[in-house]
C-alpha cells in the first residue's frame, strides 16, 4: 500500500499565504518525484509544481516567483509554500508522487485525497 496525505488547506484573504504538507508512506521502494496539482469543479486537474529526488524543481507559469515546492531531508514529505495568494489560485490542491514498490520493475502514478484552498477577494 502506498499512502498520500495532504495537509496545510484552508480560507485566505487575496494576498496572503498558505503552506500546503504532503506525507507519503506505506511501501515505497524509491520515489522519482512528487507533485502538486489542483482542481476546480468543471474543470481538468491542472499541474501547479513538481519536485525530483534531486530538488530539481518544475512550476506552472502562473505560478512562478510566487509558490515554492521543498522536500524534507530525512522523510518522504513535500511542501508548497503559496505566497500572494490570488482568486484564481482558489481549487482543491493533490498530491502525486511516481513510485517504485518493492519487488517491482517500474513506477506508478499516486494519488492523495486533495486539500481545498479557497482564497477570496
Known amino acids: 500500500q502506498v499512502q498520500l496525505v495532504e495537509s496545510g488547506g484552508g480560507l485566505v484573504q487575496a494576498g496572503g499565504t498558505l503552506r500546503l504538507s504532503c506525507a507519503a508512506s506505506?511501501?515505497?521502494?524509491?520515489?522519482?518525484?512528487m507533485a502538486w496539482y489542483r482542481q476546480t469543479p468543471g474543470n481538468q486537474r491542472e499541474f501547479v509544481a513538481q519536485?525530483?529526488?534531486?530538488?530539481?524543481?518544475q512550476y506552472v507559469d502562473s505560478v512562478k516567483g510566487r509558490f515554492s515546492i521543498s522536500r524534507d531531508s530525512q522523510k518522504n514529505t513535500i511542501h508548497l509554500r503559496m505566497n500572494s495568494l490570488k482568486p484564481a489560485d482558489t481549487g482543491v490542491y493533490y498530491c502525486?508522487?511516481?513510485?517504485?514498490?518493492?519487488?517491482?520493475?517500474?513506477?506508478?502514478?499516486?494519488w492523495g485525497q486533495g486539500t481545498q484552498v479557497t482564497v477570496s477577494s
Open positions: 502525486n508522487a511516481y513510485v517504485l514498490r518493492p519487488a517491482s520493475d517500474r513506477y506508478l502514478s499516486y
Open positions: 506505506g511501501s515505497i521502494f524509491d520515489i522519482r518525484y
Open positions: 519536485i525530483y529526488r534531486n530538488d530539481s524543481t
